[in-house]
């Protein structure tokens, strides 16, 4: 988990078929938007595990936490990550394009 949120190129999608809809930018999506953040938030649910990691301004806060999931959120996989843009580097307001936005969580 922390490999892929702070090394560059250390993303999972090195097939050309991923990259059809992919957000990333050959392994550097997540460590960049990590890097650029005030803080971040990272939890992973996968094989009947949680894991859960924060970051200040691309760099750990603190050890990844991991806890076994209850039968009722067993089924739960994915990833959710929150974060926060750094204002020292965005100057002017951030916004972001919801209909864009929308439209590549749904490839």
Do not use: C, W
Not at 24 to 35: E, F, K
Not at 63 to 89: K, Y
Request: zero cysteines; hydrophobic letters at 35%; aromatic letters at 8%.
């Amino acid at each position: 988990l922390e490999t892929v949120l702070t090394v560059l190129h250390a993303g999972g999608k090195f097939d050309s078929a991923s990259y059809k809809v992919s957000g990333g930018l050959h392994g550097v999506g997540i460590s960049v938007v990590n890097a650029l953040s005030d803080n971040l938030s990272v939890k992973v649910h996968r094989q009947g595990m949680e894991y859960y990691q924060e970051y200040a301004k691309g760099k750990p806060t603190m050890e990844v936490e991991q806890r076994m999931l209850e039968p009722s959120e067993n089924a739960s996989q994915g990833t959710t990550v929150n974060f926060l843009p750094d204002a020292s580097i965005f100057k002017e307001g951030i916004v972001f394009d919801t209909t864009a936005l929308v439209t590549r969580l749904r490839e």
